[in-house]
């Protein structure tokens, strides 16, 4: 059965400090890996799409990193405005985590 | 602007009033899709459809019926809403490339929906 599993599920991150945010996946058909930013009330923001292990990507304070079992997004320096759930979806039906909170105090 | 429209963007009914929320994208995307968004439980897509008059069950179609008679237009028909369909849902679309919706999916802003 397809899965995707985000970790963890909610993270407390002092400005400046970096951290990873992990997602874990066992789909058949990998059809690339998604990452999204959904602010509360708000539909999901695309972030990344990476489609093969070694693949990185960067934006801004963010990067995603892909290996054949899972992905992480790193963090570097977060800013209280990075506050947010980060969600990733993966699959050829995009299945999505249950999403990361992260919450950045200044 | 490119962008994924919703309406109504809150809606309360009651048990069994047949209800309709609609969607629409401006971009010429193939794929739309319809998600419910859930604490604890993430988001999970309900129907999908790779273009004009064709579509397919997700996870939970359950309850729920679609059609797509246009392109830009993928609304999500609720015929005798129950109390469990209350939830946040979201329209997305994207190109449709190789078997799989491409890259960026654009969602709307979401519909919260009651059933009392």
């Known amino acids: 059965e397809d899965q995707v599993t985000q970790s963890p599920e909610a993270l407390r991150l002092q400005e400046g400090e970096s951290s990873s945010l992990n997602c874990s996946y066992t789909v058949s058909g990998l059809r690339g890996l998604f990452w999204y930013r959904q602010d509360p009330g708000k539909g999901p923001e695309f972030l990344f799409t990476?489609?093969?292990a070694g693949e990185e990507k960067e934006k801004e304070r963010l990067k995603a990193t892909l290996t054949k079992k899972e992905s992480f997004l790193h963090i570097t320096a977060p800013k209280p405005e990075d506050s947010a759930t980060y969600l990733c979806?993966?699959?050829?039906?995009?299945?999505f985590g249950q999403g990361t909170e992260l919450s950045v105090k200044p | 602007e490119a962008q994924v429209t919703q309406n109504p963007r809150y809606l309360i009914t009651v048990t069994g009033k047949k209800l309709t929320v609609t969607c629409s994208q401006n971009m010429n995307h193939e794929y739309m899709s319809w998600y419910r968004q859930d604490p604890g439980l993430g988001l999970r897509q309900i129907y999908y459809?790779?273009?004009?008059?064709?579509?397919d069950k997700g996870d939970v179609p359950e309850g729920y019926k679609v059609s797509r008679k246009e392109k830009r237009n993928f609304p999500l028909i609720l015929e005798s809403p129950s109390p469990n369909q209350t939830s946040l849902y979201f329209c997305a679309s994207s190109f449709w490339i190789a078997g799989g919706p491409r890259e960026t999916q654009y969602f709307g802003p979401g519909t919260r929906l009651l059933v009392l």
């Open positions: 990476l489609y093969s």
């Open positions: 979806a993966a699959g050829g039906k995009l299945i």
């Open positions: 459809s790779m273009n004009v008059e064709v579509t």
